[in-house]
């Protein structure tokens, strides 16, 4: 990974969880979220897309 993409993963991360302990508090009344990472995926997905971006998997066969 490149230092620019760990800055956008980074930001990300941390919108992510200052956003996520918004929706903890007042979207299920202060309980411990156990489907965490469910939402961060798809905080995360939207985040990326709403920037023009998105992951796809390499392609990793010889001359790929």
Excluded: C, F, S
Aim: negative net charge.
């Amino acid at each position: 990974m490149n230092p620019a993409q760990n800055e956008i993963l980074l930001g990300l991360l941390k919108q992510a969880a200052a956003a996520h302990g918004v929706h903890e508090q007042e979207d299920l009344g202060g309980v411990y979220d156990e489907a965490w990472p469910e939402w961060y995926a798809e905080h995360m997905t939207r985040a990326l897309a709403d920037q023009g971006l998105r992951i796809v998997p390499v392609d990793t066969r010889a001359g790929g």
